[in-house]
């Protein structure tokens, strides 16, 4: 095994050194990297350790970036994933050495990645490797087909287009049978948004931070610019220590491979499916009494109304431990059944995403609890007092606060 990677590596190195800007090898176009203003500052200082908060936030981060280039591939070429080996490895070359460009440290997608969570394969959701596969699968229109097309820059269209991702996730669950397969399915959901159904590309603002959820520098000064413009004329040497520095590891790698699993996953480990989304490890889910929600809330009173949004309204409610928390009623319309509503919140539970505001737990409370006689259900979040949780839970412009009454 380790000899394969040796030699893979040095045939993507002799590729590079035979075009010295780019790799022949690799056919996706990464030089969006350097056009995009992404923020880069997780990745700057205090990288190393896989285990640290700054080397997983940079590594969100980097998936998330990587995944944009993916997506392009997608469109480009109907595949969700890269053909082989030798051409992942060649990718992410190229990814470092754009990077590089950037200042940032020479290791970070051997830190980040493994090339054999993108190559393609049918084990990842519903036999899919094509997107004459997904149709085949789900037909010629989804709910994401509608949701997902505008420009998602707008909130509330950002926020329609996550709620269709879900349900087409769970379709697509429903057609695998394997429920370990269900981050492979999201993972797919994401590219196919970006990379077929939006209107405006993969790289548009709107994709970049609602479906890729990729943190955004908020400016970027014309001298920054022109660093980065002239870095990319000047830089192609870096690819060389690109090189080198992938031989050493591929000859050290049977010494590094248990820590590196030890912090993010790796195809051995059972994760294959984890290549471009960004995971926290599993939790499970807490469900709340009916009973403690109404305890917490004040029975749900005018007083702790935070807002109200197309999906429902919020509360903010303090646990029994001291917690303060936002419980939202959900409108039943939003899922067919409490099984189905069980079955999204165990998924929503696994999923690290910028626009996914912390979920602590649910409730699905007895029909008896309520003059209707039916059963009403809720989700716990984290409670956030900046102002995010309103963007995400109702979207700006959309909160019915109610006159006189404080944050």
């Given amino acids: 095994m380790i000899l394969d990677n040796y030699a893979a590596v040095l045939i993507t190195?002799?590729?590079?050194?035979?075009?010295?800007?780019?790799?022949?090898?690799c056919p996706i176009d990464l030089n969006y990297v350097l056009t995009i203003p992404w923020d880069s500052s997780s990745c700057r200082n205090n990288v190393g350790n896989t285990k640290s908060d700054h080397t997983s936030n940079c590594c969100q981060t980097l998936t998330s970036l990587y995944g944009v280039g993916i997506a392009h591939h997608?469109?480009?070429?109907?595949?969700f994933r890269l053909p082989d080996l030798q051409t992942s490895l060649s990718c992410l070359s190229d990814f470092q050495s754009r990077l590089s460009y950037l200042n940032l440290p020479e290791n970070l997608t051997t830190l980040c990645f493994r090339p054999q969570q993108f190559v393609n394969t049918s084990n990842i959701c519903a036999d899919i490797q094509t997107k004459q596969d997904w149709?085949?699968?789900?037909?010629?229109?989804?709910?994401?087909?509608?949701?997902?097309?505008?420009?998602?820059?707008?909130?509330?269209?950002?926020d329609a287009c996550v709620l269709a991702g879900f349900r087409v996730q769970s379709r697509l669950l429903a057609v695998d049978g394997n429920d370990s397969h269900s981050k492979g399915c999201f993972y797919y959901t994401i590219l196919y948004a970006a990379g077929v159904v939006n209107e405006l590309g993969p790289e548009s603002a709107g994709a970049l931070s609602c479906i890729f959820g990729l943190p955004l520098s908020l400016q970027t000064s014309a001298g920054e610019w022109a660093l980065v413009v002239g870095s990319v004329a000047a830089g192609c040497t870096v690819v060389v220590v690109t090189c080198l520095l992938g031989l050493w590891l591929s000859w050290d790698g049977g010494k590094r491979e248990q820590t590196v699993s030890e912090g993010f996953p790796s195809l051995e480990s059972g994760f294959e499916d984890d290549g471009l989304l960004n995971w926290r490890p599993k939790a499970d889910s807490l469900r709340f009494k009916f009973q403690d929600l109404e305890t917490a809330t004040d029975?749900?009173?005018?007083?702790?109304?935070?807002?109200?949004?197309?999906?429902?309204?919020v509360y903010k409610g303090k646990l029994p431990d001291g917690t303060v928390v936002a419980v939202k009623k959900v409108m039943d319309a939003e899922f067919q059944g409490d099984a189905e509503f069980c079955r999204e919140v165990e998924i929503i539970t696994t999923l690290?995403?910028?626009?996914?505001?912390?979920?602590?737990?649910?409730?699905?409370?007895?029909?008896g609890y309520h003059r209707e006689g039916e059963s009403h259900k809720y989700l716990v979040y984290e409670y956030m007092s900046n102002g995010n949780l309103d963007d995400h839970l109702f979207h700006s412009g959309k909160i019915d606060t109610g006159q006189g009454r404080g944050r």
Avoid: E, M, W
Avoid at 13 to 25: E, G, I, T, W, Y
Avoid at 74 to 79: D, H, I, R
């Fill in 299 to 313: 029975k749900f009173s005018y007083k702790n109304l935070i807002g109200k949004g197309q999906f429902g309204a």
């Fill in 352 to 367: 690290k995403h910028r626009n996914l505001v912390p979920l602590r737990g649910f409730c699905v409370s007895d029909g």
């Fill in 135 to 158: 149709l085949t699968v789900l037909g010629q229109s989804t709910s994401l087909d509608k949701a997902c097309r505008p420009d998602l820059s707008d909130l509330t269209a950002c």
């Fill in 74 to 79: 997608l469109k480009k070429t109907a595949l």
């Fill in 13 to 25: 190195c002799l590729c590079v050194f035979s075009q010295p800007c780019a790799s022949s090898q």
